[in-house]
């Protein structure tokens, strides 16, 4: 399938992106592989809030940790104990329109 160039160039814009297929592996409810993962909204011990292409994952439990984040691919791997997994289509989730690496460095 071909690519239209206004996509090519507007790689910046979330509406000229192409979705990302998303993917969650829940293995033995302590480590969790993810594809499709648009942004990070906020994370803690307890609780990841991720942007993913089929809405908004929230994963809680304990000892969570992100061990692997690449945005650019899409994927992200999430170590610790799982008790949840939440998906919503709100799209405000936290500070509106700011990355969790923006609000970091802001």
Do not use: C, W
């Not at 239209?4 to 969790?32: A, W, Y």
């Amino acid at each position: 399938m071909e690519q239209s160039l206004g996509s090519k160039q507007n790689l910046g814009s979330k509406q000229n992106q192409i979705t990302k297929p998303h993917k969650l592996v829940l293995d033995n409810r302590k480590r969790t592989n993810l594809t499709g993962i648009e942004d990070v909204v906020e994370f803690d011990t307890t609780q990841i809030v991720l942007e993913s292409s089929m809405g908004m994952l929230v994963i809680k439990g304990a000892d969570l940790k992100i061990t692997r984040l690449s945005i650019e691919k899409g994927e992200a791997d999430i170590d610790g104990s799982v008790n949840s997994v939440i998906y919503s289509q709100i799209k405000n989730y936290g500070e509106k329109g700011k990355s969790v690496l923006k609000r970091m460095f802001s």
